[in-house]
């Protein structure tokens, strides 16, 4: 596959491991995983004549580690690693004792998205089970994923802070920091700063409902 066939299919296995299982009529498991043939079967991937080779070759080419694989009594399963607005339980998610383990935690946004959340309050998980933040800028050592690389706003949290208020932070297995807030949010009374780039030629795309 070249690039564009690899981010397309990929496009649809998060809609599907994050999003639609329900309504594919796929069984997910409590960690997440869900059947790699299960998925092959439906309808809506047939378009891109996937295989589970092609599947595997997204995954292991993935720069941002958004899936996981493994064989479970010879059969072949796929989870995404974050990112559900399905139940998922058992996502096998470090809950973070300690906040000094990550000095820097964010969110990254752009001007349009900036002002919704100051109108609010606050970071929304919006549709999502989680508010996503990441430990650092994209392209920063050791950021693999949290932040897309077009945002032109960063929302600094304090994290000790807000676990000091009782609210519980993760870290999923690729590294992104994830928290429900309270009631969904996480109040900008947590922030720390706002920092705004020089460069604001990709402002006008909304990170949190494009980034997949």
Same mark, same amino acid.
């Given at each position: 596959?070249?690039?564009? &066939?690899?981010?397309?299919?990929?496009?649809?296995?998060?809609?599907?491991?994050?999003?639609?299982?329900?309504?594919?009529?796929?069984? +997910?498991?409590? @960690?997440?995983?869900?059947? +790699?043939a299960?998925?092959?079967?439906?309808?809506?991937?047939?378009k891109? &004549?996937?295989?589970?080779?092609?599947?595997?070759?997204?995954?292991?080419?993935?720069?941002? #580690?958004?899936?996981?694989? &493994?064989q479970?009594?010879?059969?072949?399963?796929?989870?995404?690693?974050q990112?559900?607005?399905? &139940?998922? @339980?058992d996502?096998?998610?470090?809950?973070?004792?300690?906040?000094?383990?990550?000095p820097?935690?964010?969110?990254?946004?752009?001007?349009?998205?900036?002002?919704?959340?100051?109108?609010?309050?606050?970071?929304?998980?919006?549709?999502?089970?989680?508010?996503?933040?990441a430990?650092?800028?994209?392209?920063?050592?050791? +950021?693999?994923?949290?932040?897309?690389?077009?945002?032109? +706003?960063?929302?600094?949290?304090?994290?000790?802070?807000?676990? *000091?208020d009782?609210?519980?932070?993760?870290?999923?297995?690729?590294?992104?920091?994830?928290? *429900?807030?309270?009631?969904?949010?996480?109040? @900008?009374?947590?922030? #720390?700063?706002?920092?705004? #780039?020089? @460069?604001?030629?990709?402002?006008?795309?909304?990170?949190?409902?494009?980034?997949?």
């Amino acid at each position: 596959m070249n690039s564009k &066939q690899r981010t397309e299919l990929s496009r649809a296995l998060s809609r599907m491991l994050r999003h639609n299982a329900a309504n594919e009529g796929l069984a +997910v498991r409590s @960690d997440g995983y869900i059947s +790699v043939a299960a998925i092959l079967a439906r309808p809506k991937l047939k378009k891109f &004549q996937a295989t589970q080779a092609k599947i595997e070759e997204v995954v292991a080419l993935d720069n941002k #580690s958004r899936y996981a694989m &493994q064989q479970i009594d010879g059969v072949l399963f796929i989870r995404a690693n974050q990112g559900h607005s399905i &139940q998922v @339980d058992d996502l096998e998610l470090e809950k973070i004792q300690d906040a000094t383990r990550f000095p820097v935690v964010l969110h990254g946004t752009n001007e349009t998205a900036l002002k919704l959340i100051q109108e609010s309050g606050g970071l929304s998980k919006m549709k999502r089970n989680h508010i996503h933040l990441a430990t650092g800028k994209f392209g920063d050592e050791g +950021v693999t994923s949290g932040v897309r690389k077009d945002c032109t +706003v960063f929302i600094y949290v304090d994290m000790a802070k807000a676990m *000091a208020d009782g609210i519980l932070f993760y870290k999923s297995a690729n590294g992104v920091i994830l928290t *429900a807030g309270i009631d969904g949010i996480l109040a @900008d009374k947590y922030f #720390s700063k706002v920092e705004q #780039s020089e @460069d604001k030629s990709t402002n006008e795309a909304e990170p949190s409902k494009k980034d997949f």
